[in-house]
């Protein structure tokens, strides 16, 4: 018998990815399966990014980069921030993470411990809460309602706030209900935090670009009050369809940076090097293909509220951004979890269940418009017969 740490036996993992290996295994089999599970576009990575990555390994950079990221790859997410946010921001405090996920591995390890707390959205993504209860901190469940839109309210985040709080987590536009939170409420939240100089914030805007109807992506980065205490994560995966690659960036203050760096050594080294110059030529190339994916997501998106909303015992809020849409189900009466193994198991269609991003995720299912609009008709009449049996 070996003795790990304790810590391990509260790790948790993501359900969409048993569901993907599931949902892959049934098709392995013969059946038919239509997956509205994965949370990754369903788009190539465009051409001239691929270009980038391959040249650079002709041209030899197969070796290790600074830990913290190439000079020119840092510089070009300086110049990603300045376009999208308008401020400049120093290469001094970028780093290239390999993925948007290790971000928020970093920071939660940096200020989690027994004692304590960490506020994070819930429905969330799953690994926020994972890692909290990984370092022994407390995790608190900040909620996320559907009655708001599924936007964060500012004054029922600032309640949750003691002594013990370290750091605050949100997300927006978010996984898994598409919300989208306002710049008032951001405006009140960053009010509200004057009063709690040491608690920490992690913004996750790895959905940045993807809003709809017009609606506004405010980021934390724009509230100089709290750039002292702020970790910003982003990255490449969804915006450039890019989940494979393993490339993302955050931005950290000058007080944490260091400890990050030092993390980066002891662990992953450095990102592999042509997917940095991968992520230079995203940033700098033409977004032609960025504007194309977000008018198909658009399409998709209205498919999927009109049809869902047709469905007798569904709704489904019209989600602002990302590409998830998260309809109630409790009028029919299953719950949440046994609904969406029912329709991968009999109807050959993968969603998640809402609990598999938290306690108040139950009542919901997440629906990934990763799909085309032909598949997202055939699995939503799947659905409908498979409630109406
Ligand atoms: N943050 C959120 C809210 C996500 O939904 C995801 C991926 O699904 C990530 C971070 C992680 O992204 P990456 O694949 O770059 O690690």
Redesign the pocket.
């Known amino acids: 018998m070996l003795h790990t740490i304790s810590n391990f036996d509260r790790i948790g993992e993501e359900n ?1 990815f048993a569901v993907l290996a599931r949902a892959t295994k049934l098709a392995s089999e013969g059946k038919d399966i239509i997956n509205l599970g994965i ?2 576009p369903d788009f190539k990575t465009p051409e001239h990014i691929v270009e980038a990555a391959i040249k650079a390994l002709r041209d030899g950079h197969h070796g290790y980069t600074p830990a913290t990221g190439l000079v020119e790859c840092r510089e070009a997410v300086a110049r990603r921030m300045l376009s999208t946010t308008g401020l400049e921001v120093s290469p001094e405090n970028i780093m290239i993470m390999p ?4 971000t ?1 591995f970093a920071a939660i390890l940096m200020f989690g411990e027994p004692g304590a707390e960490i506020l994070y959205p819930d429905p ?2 799953p ?1 926020y809460r994972s890692m909290i209860e990984f370092t022994g901190a407390k995790p608190i469940p900040v909620p996320i309602r559907e009655a708001n839109a599924f936007a964060f309210s500012a004054e029922e985040t600032l309640a949750l706030i003691n002594e013990k709080t370290r750091l605050l987590i949100i ?1 927006s536009p ?2 898994p209900t598409g919300g989208v939170t306002p710049r008032s409420e951001i405006e009140k939240l960053v009010k509200g935090l004057e009063k709690w100089p040491n608690v920490a914030l992690m913004s ?1 805007e ?2 940045d670009v993807m809003t709809y109807d017009g609606e506004e992506h405010v980021s934390l980065l724009t509230f100089p009050e709290i750039r002292n205490r702020l970790i910003l ?1 982003n ?4 915006t450039w369809s890019m ?1 494979g690659w ?3 960036w955050s931005i950290w203050p000058d007080q944490l940076y260091d400890k990050v760096r030092k993390l980066a050594v002891n662990c992953w080294s450095c990102v592999n090097a042509p997917s940095q110059f991968a992520g230079i030529a995203a940033i700098d190339g033409p977004q032609d293909d960025v504007t194309k994916m977000m008018a198909a997501f658009d399409r998709r998106r209205k498919l999927v509220i009109e049809q869902i909303n047709a469905i007798e015992n569904l709704s489904c809020a019209t989600p602002k951004g ?1 590409f998830y849409a998260f309809p109630n189900i409790n009028k029919t009466g299953w719950k949440a979890k046994n609904l969406a193994t029912a329709l991968l198991e009999e109807s050959g269609v993968a969603t998640i269940g809402g609990p598999d991003f938290g306690i108040l995720g139950e009542g919901y299912i997440r629906l990934s418009y990763a799909n085309s609009e032909e598949n997202i008709e055939r699995a939503i009449g799947r659905i409908k017969t498979f409630l109406e049996k």
Not at 99 to 102: E, F, M
Not at 235 to 238: F, Q, R
């Open positions: 969409a949370g990754q993925g948007g996920k290790v928020m969330g993504f690994i997300n978010a996984n996750d790895i959905y994560l990255g490449w995966s969804k989940t393993r490339m993302g990302a």
